[in-house]
């Protein structure tokens, strides 16, 4: 009996990232079989029963699953080129965000933009992604804060599907920083976040996810209770950026409204990382960021790994502190700046950053699962992480359909 399907992929190595005791979820069989745009089966050779009119021959090569980079902010108007130069005569990331540059800098270009411009720049940023290898990207609001802006920047960000092969998730990050117009009284932005916005998010769809700042220079643990509060009687998920400059116990509370991930965490205290694990929330790293700031403080890798807590690798990518539009790069930065095995970077920018999304159809090869997949001419899946610059995907596949130039 011959089983009708849309695409054969033969000879292909497969480091499925499942969880299934081999390095890198490895599979003895070296066939894969797509239909309607997931996989059908993971067989050998010999027990071809699939037929197809696409047939492809992986020479064998790495077949791995689409990489997902589960925090973003690339939805932005300008740019802070300025800043840079600001920083290397010696200012802080503090001090600039201080004197209203920093986040406030790019807040004004944001608003001041047309939807279609940061369209345009958007999809530029996201092509730079997929081109390595990237079939899905969280993208977070935060740069309007403001009702009408943020509402551009989330329908904007949906947009970049339209335009390209790839998954968009959402995420309102409204308590990104407070707004000029709220300066003198932070708790009444809250109460707008909690009160106005996040209903409409909600209802209308425009993300999944809520996420916050949990910062001096963003909001208080009380102000971060509150929106999370608000974000849970309305079925949204929690993320949370947190510790990334100092220690407020941000991911504690995030842990308690069992977040989906905790961000940054350079200055997470160890103590605090079982209550991460037992809500199951996913530590994201966010090594672009650390490099950027030239931060010294490292979050508690060998701690995170001693408690089992599935730790996740992502670009950041935004205007400020970590312009990154690499996610290989970052996985590069991973291993020298953390010291996370190639392993372990790479489940961090699959199956653990799916995880971080609370998307369990992605950053596996697995029967059922989305077939998102990117074809790797070498030796072995290590080298992904050893070199910069050295990789692209031979062919990439993004629900089951194969993708011409990225
Ligand atoms: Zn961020």
């Given at each position: 009996?011959?089983?009708?399907c849309?695409?054969?992929?033969?000879?292909?190595?497969?480091?499925?990232?499942?969880?299934?005791?081999?390095?890198?979820?490895?599979?003895l069989q070296?066939s894969?079989a797509?239909k309607?745009?997931?996989?059908?089966?993971?067989?050998?050779?010999s027990?071809?029963?699939?037929?197809?009119?696409?047939?492809v021959?992986g020479?064998?090569?790495?077949?791995?699953?689409?990489?997902?980079?589960?925090?973003?902010h690339?939805?932005?108007?300008?740019?802070?080129a300025?800043e840079?130069e600001?920083?290397?005569?010696?200012?802080?990331?503090?001090e600039?965000?201080?004197?209203g540059?920093?986040?406030?800098?790019?807040?004004l270009?944001?608003r001041?933009?047309?939807?279609?411009?940061?369209?345009?720049?958007?999809?530029?940023?996201?092509?730079?992604?997929?081109?390595?290898?990237v079939?899905?990207?969280?993208?977070?609001?935060?740069?309007?804060?403001d009702?009408?802006?943020?509402?551009?920047m989330?329908?904007?960000?949906?947009?970049i599907?339209?335009?390209?092969?790839?998954?968009?998730?959402?995420?309102?990050?409204?308590?990104?920083?407070v707004?000029?117009?709220?300066?003198?009284?932070p708790?009444?932005?809250?109460?707008f976040?909690?009160e106005?916005?996040?209903?409409?998010?909600?209802?209308?769809?425009?993300?999944g996810?809520?996420?916050?700042?949990?910062?001096s220079i963003?909001?208080?643990?009380e102000?971060?209770?509150?929106?999370?509060?608000?974000?849970?009687?309305?079925?949204?998920?929690?993320?949370?950026?947190v510790e990334q400059?100092?220690?407020?116990?941000?991911?504690k509370?995030?842990a308690?409204?069992?977040a989906?991930?905790?961000d940054?965490?350079?200055?997470?205290d160890p103590?605090?990382?079982?209550?991460?694990?037992?809500?199951?929330?996913?530590?994201?790293?966010?090594?672009?960021?650390?490099?950027?700031?030239?931060?010294?403080?490292?979050?508690?890798?060998?701690?995170?790994?001693?408690h089992?807590?599935p730790?996740?690798?992502?670009?950041d990518?935004?205007?400020?502190?970590?312009?990154?539009?690499s996610?290989?790069?970052?996985m590069?930065?991973?291993?020298?700046?953390f010291?996370l095995?190639?392993?372990?970077?790479?489940y961090?920018?699959?199956v653990?950053?799916a995880q971080?999304?609370?998307?369990e159809n992605?950053?596996?090869?697995?029967?059922?699962?989305d077939?998102?997949?990117?074809?790797?001419?070498?030796?072995?899946?290590?080298?992904?992480?050893y070199g910069?610059?050295?990789?692209?995907?031979?062919?990439?596949?993004?629900?089951?359909?194969?993708?011409?130039?990225?």
């Amino acid at each position: 009996m011959t089983i009708q399907c849309d695409l054969v992929i033969n000879n292909v190595r497969i480091a499925s990232m499942q969880n299934n005791g081999e390095a890198y979820g490895l599979l003895l069989q070296t066939s894969i079989a797509i239909k309607d745009g997931k996989v059908l089966a993971i067989f050998d050779p010999s027990q071809d029963s699939y037929h197809s009119t696409h047939r492809v021959d992986g020479e064998n090569k790495w077949l791995l699953p689409g990489f997902v980079d589960c925090h973003t902010h690339l939805v932005y108007g300008g740019n802070r080129a300025n800043e840079f130069e600001q920083r290397l005569q010696g200012k802080s990331y503090a001090e600039i965000a201080q004197q209203g540059g920093g986040i406030l800098g790019t807040v004004l270009a944001t608003r001041q933009a047309s939807e279609q411009s940061l369209l345009a720049s958007a999809i530029k940023r996201a092509t730079r992604l997929l081109e390595e290898g990237v079939t899905c990207i969280e993208v977070k609001s935060g740069y309007g804060l403001d009702m009408d802006t943020e509402i551009k920047m989330l329908k904007v960000a949906k947009q970049i599907a339209e335009y390209l092969p790839v998954t968009i998730e959402t995420t309102y990050l409204g308590a990104h920083t407070v707004p000029e117009e709220f300066r003198s009284n932070p708790d009444d932005y809250v109460q707008f976040v909690c009160e106005q916005v996040i209903p409409i998010v909600a209802q209308q769809k425009l993300a999944g996810c809520v996420d916050v700042f949990c910062e001096s220079i963003g909001f208080s643990y009380e102000q971060c209770r509150k929106i999370f509060s608000a974000a849970q009687n309305h079925q949204l998920h929690i993320k949370a950026h947190v510790e990334q400059l100092s220690d407020l116990k941000g991911a504690k509370l995030a842990a308690q409204f069992q977040a989906l991930s905790v961000d940054h965490i350079e200055y997470l205290d160890p103590q605090d990382i079982s209550a991460i694990k037992q809500a199951g929330s996913v530590a994201v790293l966010l090594p672009g960021a650390f490099y950027y700031l030239n931060e010294t403080q490292k979050p508690p890798i060998a701690e995170l790994r001693a408690h089992g807590v599935p730790m996740a690798i992502a670009t950041d990518l935004n205007p400020g502190s970590s312009p990154v539009a690499s996610l290989l790069t970052v996985m590069n930065m991973a291993s020298v700046l953390f010291g996370l095995t190639p392993e372990e970077v790479l489940y961090g920018v699959t199956v653990h950053a799916a995880q971080a999304l609370g998307l369990e159809n992605k950053g596996q090869i697995k029967p059922g699962l989305d077939a998102d997949l990117c074809l790797w001419d070498i030796e072995h899946p290590a080298e992904l992480v050893y070199g910069i610059n050295q990789h692209r995907p031979d062919a990439k596949w993004f629900a089951g359909k194969a993708c011409k130039s990225i």
